[in-house]
């Protein structure tokens, strides 16, 4: 069973929203401090676009900070990352995932977000 399934990508215009979410499996979601979005362009490095803690301290990738917001809902295992005035440059495959593990839990497939015109 996939630890995390993440959905709500597609192809938007520049300027445009997107909201994604994230199931993650119970095991994972109840016991970790931190959970996280992480995105991952062609070509580039998987980076870490923000991350939530059990009580909802967010913080952000200064280039997605105050577009982006990350949220959780614990009764719906749920993360969701609700992403506003998207740019080109935000184009990449999203994965959820929590740093708080070690080793990092198998990915999951991903949701393509592709910002054009």
């Known amino acids: 069973q996939a630890q995390f399934a993440e959905s709500g990508g597609g192809l938007v215009q520049p300027g445009g929203s997107l909201k994604l979410s994230c199931i993650v499996s119970?095991?994972?979601?109840?016991?970790?401090?931190?959970m996280g979005w992480y995105r991952q362009a062609p070509g580039k490095q998987r980076e870490l676009v923000a991350t939530?803690?059990?009580?909802?301290?967010?913080v952000y990738k200064p280039s997605v900070e105050g577009r982006f917001t990350i949220s959780r809902d614990g009764a719906k295992n749920t993360v969701y990352l609700q992403m506003d005035n998207l740019k080109p440059e935000d184009t990449a495959v999203y994965y959820c995932?929590?740093?708080?593990?070690?080793?990092?839990?198998?990915w999951g497939q991903g949701t393509q977000v592709t910002v054009s015109s």
């Open positions: 995932n929590t740093p708080s593990l070690t080793p990092t839990p198998d």
């Open positions: 119970r095991s994972i979601f109840t016991r970790v401090y931190t």
């Open positions: 939530i803690t059990t009580n909802r301290v967010a």
